[in-house]
């Protein structure tokens, strides 16, 4: 199994420009997320899934779109890059069952210039 | 909306002294997590906590929950070098399928 796997890993982007980080899941889990992580502010939640077809807000939204078309992908789309969207990203995978568990991805380190 | 606290947000630990972290979460929740972090890596689970008084130890860590308090601890035993790294605590909505973190608490231990 190889989890979640997040690509890419890292990225430089120009102010304006679009892009797609992609998230993918083996493990057949109903629900995916994305985080982003700024320092000393911790993860926020970006947007969310609990199955395919079904996407929610989290807590920082704008600026990014997402879809589920399948239960193993969950891309996140920088629609026009911005400075202020320069973080870590985090997609995570998990289960609603009685050992309920989150599995991260590596990470993608964007920055915009 | 939920949110999450934890302190401190900076530890300076001795090795071979104890500490705790503390974690306070606002709403109602039954799910708690602990997770570790190393520079530049992804998050490393570390305790799930699923009911009111569960305590779970791993090694030098021991994660506690008091739901009623709405309260969870991380507590360091006799600290080793290798425990340096940044720990969160997230917690899950009832509703479930994703988590509100907590900013996190950079610990440096010095031999």
């Known amino acids: 199994n190889a989890g979640v796997t997040q690509t890419p890993k890292f990225q430089v982007l120009k102010t304006g420009q679009s892009m797609t980080l992609q998230c993918a899941q083996d493990?057949?889990?109903?629900?995916m997320s994305w985080y982003r992580q700024d320092p000393g502010m911790g993860l926020r939640l970006i947007h969310y899934?609990?199955?395919?077809?079904?996407?929610d807000q989290g807590e920082v939204p704008n600026g990014y779109n997402v879809s589920r078309s399948t239960t193993e992908d969950f891309p996140l789309r920088l629609l026009s890059a911005a400075p202020s969207q320069t973080s870590v990203y985090f997609c995570a995978s998990s289960y609603r069952g009685q050992w309920h568990g989150y599995t991260f991805g590596s990470g993608t380190r964007l920055t915009v210039v | 909306e939920l949110k999450v606290e934890q302190n401190p947000l900076f530890l300076s630990m001795q090795e071979g002294k104890n500490y705790t972290i503390y974690c306070n979460y606002s709403?109602?929740?039954?799910?708690l997590y602990w997770y570790r972090q190393d520079p530049g890596k992804s998050l490393e689970s570390l305790f799930v906590?699923?009911?009111?008084?569960a305590v779970k130890q791993e090694g030098r860590l021991m994660a506690s929950l008091d739901t009623k308090a709405r309260l969870s601890t991380l507590h360091i035993t006799a600290a080793v070098h290798d425990l340096s790294a940044t720990y969160f605590c997230?917690?899950?909505?009832?509703?479930?399928?994703?988590?509100?973190f907590g900013e996190g608490t950079q610990l440096t231990v010095n031999p």
């Open positions: 899934s609990v199955g395919a077809g079904i996407t």
């Open positions: 997230a917690v899950e909505e009832t509703s479930g399928s994703r988590l509100t």
């Open positions: 906590l699923l009911s009111n008084g």
């Open positions: 493990m057949n889990h109903e629900y």
């Open positions: 709403t109602t929740s039954d799910r």
